[in-house]
T-cell receptor, first 116, second 112 residues
Framework: GAVVSQHPSWVICKSGTSVKIECRSLDFQATTMFWYRQFPKQSLMLMATSNEGSKATYEQGVEKDKFLINHASLTLSTLTVTSAHPEDSSFYIC????????????FGPGTRLTVL | GENVEQHPSTLSVQEGDSAVIKCTYSDSASNYFPWYKQELGKRPQLIIDIRSNVGEKKDQRIAVTLNKTAKHFSLHITETQPEDSAVYFCAARSNAGNMLTFGGGTRLMVKP
């Protein structure tokens, strides 16, 4: 149990385009999902906390207008990177905590974004 | 906010030896400390976790110890195997928001 999926697993796009990444909890309901960014050989940096039915909470330094987060249901959160630029190239990973469950966060497989 | 420091950044051991990774945290209100293993290009996988009301937890070859007074916790891997080679991350969760703050990671290499 506690499986989190992400789609797509990798994407290459041209500079200026927008990219949407989906994060789904497959076998549990997640009131809270988290979005992280991970650069090569670095740690996971929390970008935002996504709560179902409410606005996301962004970490300091993360532009909310550039990284749009929508958590429309208890099993789906989306991250849209708007007007992507080469510096946005990174590994984006989501995680989810089960509603009413233990503290454990389960991670998705990640999405590798390359902006040309 | 919470700040988590992790040491060492790289660790090389011989197969069969033990490996110890240490983390410190800054927020005394943090109450949950998971450890994740991440292989190259893959998702972090939870390997063990500990809560603030427990001082030690063990699961086969893996153990975690927590010293709340000193605000540090450690991961111990005994009888290391080549498949233990990966990057390990510690994390701490503060009471507010259920968010995790990660350490910088330790690249463990187990030589056969």
């Amino acid at each position: 149990g506690a499986v989190v999926s992400q789609h797509p697993s990798w994407v290459i796009c041209k500079s200026g385009t927008s990219v949407k990444i989906e994060c789904r909890s497959l076998d549990f309901q997640a009131t809270t999902m988290f979005w992280y960014r991970q650069f090569p050989k670095q740690s996971l940096m929390l970008m935002a906390t996504s709560n179902e039915g409410s606005k996301a909470t962004y970490e300091q330094g993360v532009e909310k207008d550039k990284f749009l987060i929508n958590h429309a249901s208890l099993t789906l959160s989306t991250l849209t990177v708007t007007s992507a630029h080469p510096e946005d190239s990174s590994f984006y990973i989501c995680s989810a905590s089960a509603a009413g469950g233990p503290d454990t966060q389960y991670f998705g497989p990640g999405t590798r974004l390359t902006v040309l | 906010g919470e700040n988590v420091e992790q040491h060492p950044s790289t660790l090389s051991v011989q197969e069969g030896d033990s490996a110890v990774i240490k983390c410190t945290y800054s927020d005394s209100a943090s109450n949950y400390f998971p450890w994740y293993k991440q292989e190259l290009g893959k998702r972090p996988q939870l390997i063990i976790d500990i809560r603030s009301n427990v001082g030690e937890k063990k699961d086969q070859r893996i153990a975690v110890t927590l010293n709340k007074t000193a605000k540090h916790f450690s991961l111990h891997i005994t009888e290391t195997q080549p498949e233990d080679s990966a990057v390990y991350f510690c994390a701490a969760r503060s009471n507010a928001g259920n968010m995790l703050t990660f350490g910088g990671g330790t690249r463990l290499m187990v030589k056969p």
